[in-house]
């Protein structure tokens, strides 16, 4: 073995738990699948790749359809696999040794890792006791560590708390480098960034089609920002990054958009049952702008209850023992079956689980991607 860089030392990699269970509520995703007229456009036209030739490297015709989606410029619109790439490839570019990077916690992990994985060095701001967050602590981080870049995640992952506008703004007021908010799951709230973004604000609002598009696996997700800095990461990028066969996928999703308001308009019907039936269990809820819930179910053990679900075939994701994130567990919304089956499968571990709940210590899992 030849040893990894230094700093590299210390990071643990992804993880996140692939049980085998009939209904699986622990990633996020869409719980259906695109139209199957979506299925036989893309057939249609992948018939007709040429597979010999190079894809058109600044991928124009899918950053044309997500700028009109959006009344944008495609100069506007950065495209990459996953809004994982798109990150990290911000990152890349405004991060790296010697850097600071901010977060505020807890929030999606891979700002803060893939910042380290750049040499980055982050700073962590903290959030209140219900998640939300003090412009106080905003000043404190942005003036005291002077950050080249700062993230906010809104709607935020794993809390589903919807970050409010003037928060964003204040970001923008303060910042000294780069702003960027994560709006993975930005569909199933009701406020967007994207409206800040002008080419003199050093704003980037990120977006995914692994959610609300129902494609995690195609594997694409673009930002939207200034000229200048789209340009600067194309530089960046590896050439030909992103393949013809999701170019073409993701311009013909962007046709669908009908059939994606109806299944956002579903999971957030979905999302308001079950954090009510979670209410009336007497956990507490975190009140959620996104397709997943955090819970506490106070007076029980999360990680049991966590493994008394598996045990009835159901896997949702157990943040218990993530920093900050104490007896925490987050389900994803899924169909209205798969969400009954939660709920009834929960109140049945619940009402096996024993009063008399003592907490015992937990090890926290070494999931990065959460
Ligand atoms: N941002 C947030 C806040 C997320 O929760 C996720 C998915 N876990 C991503 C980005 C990454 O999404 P993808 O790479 O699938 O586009």
Redesign the pocket.
Known sequence: MIPVRDDLRALEGYHSAQVDVRVRLN??ESPTPPPDAFREAVAAEVSKVEWHRYPDRAAMALRVAIAESHGVDAAQVFVAN??????QTVLLAYAGPGRVVATFEPT?Q?HAQIARITGATVVEGERAEDFTLDPAEVERVLTEHQPHVVFL?SP??PTGLVEPADRVQQLLDFAPGLVVV?E??AQFADWTALDLVDEDTPLVV?R????TWSM?GA???YLVGPTWLVAELEKVVLPYHLDTVKQIAGRLALRYVEDMDDRVAQIVAERGRISSELEALGLTVIPSGANFVLFRPDGHDGRAVWQGLVDRSVLIRDCSGWPRLANCLRVTVGTRDENSEFLSALSDVLSASTADFRSHPQTEQNGA??
Do not use: I
């Open positions: 990633t996020n996953g809004s994982n790439e798109v990150l999606y891979m995640t935020n992952n994560d993975a799951y990120t995914t089609f692994s959610k995690a594997r694409l997700g991607d959460r």
